[in-house]
C-alpha cells in the first residue's frame, strides 16, 4: 500500500446506492500510452500487512485534522502506462520545461504531488515559487519542503499550473522520487503553510480540466496481477474518460458515500459474502462504507470480518508475513468472495485471493516460497469503527475502477484478467 496521506474508511449502512444516469466519455481506439509500474522493493517496511494498516491508521488521523472546506481548446482523453513494481504502481512524470522526468508512486489515497525522495525537484523556467512550505504525513512515511507551481507531463498530456511540492525532507519512500497524489482535492487540505484556502489546492486531474486539456474531471484506473519479480508496465491511466478496451463489460456507477470520513476519498458502500450471493451465504462484512485505494497493497477489512473470513476458510496466522495461509488442500477448497456494490455484484475468485506465486513472490513478503498465503487481511480496527473495508491494488488488479469527479461518484468493470489464474 502507498503511504497516502489519507486513507479512511467508515462504517456505513445505507445499501442499494443508486446508478448516476451520466454517461463519462469513453476513450476507444488507441489512447496515448505513458509507463506504469508496480514497485518492488519494499525494504524498511516491518510487513506488508503493518504498512497497510499505518497507511489506513494515517488516513483516518489527517481526516480527524482536516478543516471542511472561458472558452477552451478542444480537450481530449489521454492515457499513460504505469508499471507494476509488486507493492505498488510507478508512473514516470515530468516536471518543468524542458520536463525532468521522476518515478512516483500512483496514489489515490492522497491529493499532493510531490517530488526529490530520490531525484531532487529541478528548477526550468517554468518553476514558480509560492513562498509556501508543503508538509504530507503518510502511514509509513513523510516529506516536507517547498511549493512551487509548474508544469506536469504525463504521458503525452501536458498541464500547466499544477501545484508540486519540492522535498527538502522525507522518509520512507526509498526508490522512488516522490508521490503522484490522484485522489479528492480535499485531502491536500491543510498540507500548505500558511494555507491559501480552505477549498485545498487544486489538483491534476482539476487543473487539466480548468485548462481545458480534458473534457471531464474524470480517472480510469487500470491494473493486471502480478506475474513478474522484474518491473511490469502492466497498468494503465486514463484522464479525462474510460479506455474500453482495458473493460470486458460495463462500468456500473455509485455515488461517492456520504458517511464521512469515507466520504473525503474515493469511498463508497459494499458489502461482502463469502462462497455465494444467495441469502444462505456467509457474511464477511455487511453493507458499510470504505474506499479504494491504489496506494494499499492487500484488501483490508475490519477486525470482525476478518475473523469470519478466517473461520469459513480454515486460514491461520502466519506470524512471520502478518497474513492468514493456507494449505494447498485448503487453497483446494477456498470459495470465491461476492463484492456487492450498489447492487452490482462482483466475484473475488480463491485465486484473487492469494498472494501471486508465480514468480516466487512469496519471498518478498518474507514467506515460504510453497507456501499459499491469502491477500485478505485485517484493517486493524473493528466494524464501526470508521475504517470498515480498502479495496487495495489487489482488488483493482481484478477491476477497473473509475473515478468521477464531475458527477461525484466511482465506478467498476470487469476486465480480461478478472478471473485470471496468472499467479
Not at 494498516?53 to 488516513?59: D, H
Not at 522526468?101 to 530520490?118: H, K, P, Q, R
Not at 485522489?183 to 480540466?209: E, I, K
Amino acid at each position: 500500500m502507498l503511504r497516502s496521506p489519507l486513507l479512511v474508511v467508515l462504517c456505513a449502512a445505507a445499501a442499494g446506492l443508486s446508478t448516476c444516469a451520466c454517461k463519462p466519455i469513453v476513450a476507444d481506439g488507441s489512447p496515448l500510452t505513458l509507463p506504469f509500474m508496480r514497485r518492488l522493493n519494499i525494504s524498511g517496511i516491518p510487513s506488508l500487512l503493518q504498512h497497510d494498516q499505518a497507511r489506513a491508521r494515517a488516513l483516518v488521523a489527517a481526516s480527524n485534522s482536516r478543516p471542511t472546506r472561458g472558452k477552451r481548446a478542444l480537450p481530449q482523453v489521454f492515457s499513460a502506462s504505469i508499471t507494476d513494481q509488486v507493492v505498488d504502481y510507478i508512473a514516470n512524470v515530468g516536471i518543468g520545461v524542458p520536463p525532468t522526468f521522476y518515478n512516483l508512486i500512483v496514489d489515490t489515497g492522497s491529493a499532493n504531488i510531490w517530488v526529490g525522495a530520490g531525484k531532487a525537484y529541478d528548477r526550468t523556467s517554468s518553476s514558480q515559487p509560492t513562498g509556501q512550505s508543503v508538509s504530507v504525513q503518510y502511514g509509513s512515511g513523510d516529506f516536507s519542503g517547498e511549493e512551487f507551481i509548474d508544469t506536469v507531463t504525463i504521458g503525452s498530456m501536458v498541464v500547466p499550473n499544477v501545484s508540486i511540492g519540492s522535498a527538502s525532507t522525507s522518509q520512507g519512500f526509498e526508490g522512488v522520487d516522490g508521490v503522484l497524489g490522484l485522489g479528492p482535492r480535499d485531502l491536500n487540505v491543510g498540507t500548505l503553510s500558511p494555507d491559501p484556502s480552505s477549498s485545498g489546492v487544486p489538483t491534476l486531474l482539476d487543473q487539466a480540466f480548468t485548462e481545458g486539456i480534458i473534457p471531464e474531471e474524470i480517472l480510469g484506473v487500470f491494473f493486471a496481477p502480478t506475474t513478474s519479480a522484474d518491473n511490469d508496465p502492466n497498468g494503465e491511466l486514463t484522464f479525462g474518460g474510460i479506455d474500453s478496451n482495458k473493460t470486458t463489460g460495463p462500468v456500473s456507477f455509485v455515488p461517492i458515500t456520504t458517511t464521512s470520513p469515507s466520504s473525503e476519498f474515493i469511498g463508497f458502500e459494499q458489502s461482502i459474502t463469502y462462497g455465494s450471493i444467495a441469502s444462505t451465504a456467509s457474511v464477511i462484512l455487511s453493507t458499510t462504507a470504505g474506499i479504494t485505494d491504489t496506494g494499499t497493497t492487500l484488501l483490508l477489512i475490519a477486525t470482525d470480518a476478518l475473523m469470519r473470513y478466517k473461520a469459513v476458510t480454515g486460514a491461520v496466522l502466519d506470524n512471520t508475513t502478518g497474513l492468514l495461509k493456507l494449505t494447498p488442500a485448503g487453497f483446494n477448497n477456498l470459495k470465491s468472495l461476492f463484492f456487492n456494490i450498489g447492487g452490482t455484484t462482483y466475484e473475488f475468485t480463491p485465486n484473487a485471493q492469494i498472494w501471486p506465486r508465480s514468480a516466487r513472490l512469496n519471498t518478498v513478503i518474507g514467506g515460504d516460497p510453497n507456501s499459499v498465503y491469502l491477500i485478505v487481511s485485517d484493517i486493524g480496527t473493528g466494524s464501526g469503527e470508521g475504517l470498515d473495508f480498502i479495496n487495495g491494488m489487489i482488488f483493482l488488479q481484478r477491476f477497473y475502477s473509475v473515478f468521477d469527479v464531475t458527477n461525484n461518484r466511482v465506478g467498476f468493470a470487469t476486465t480480461q484478467f478478472t478471473d485470471a489464474v496468472s499467479n
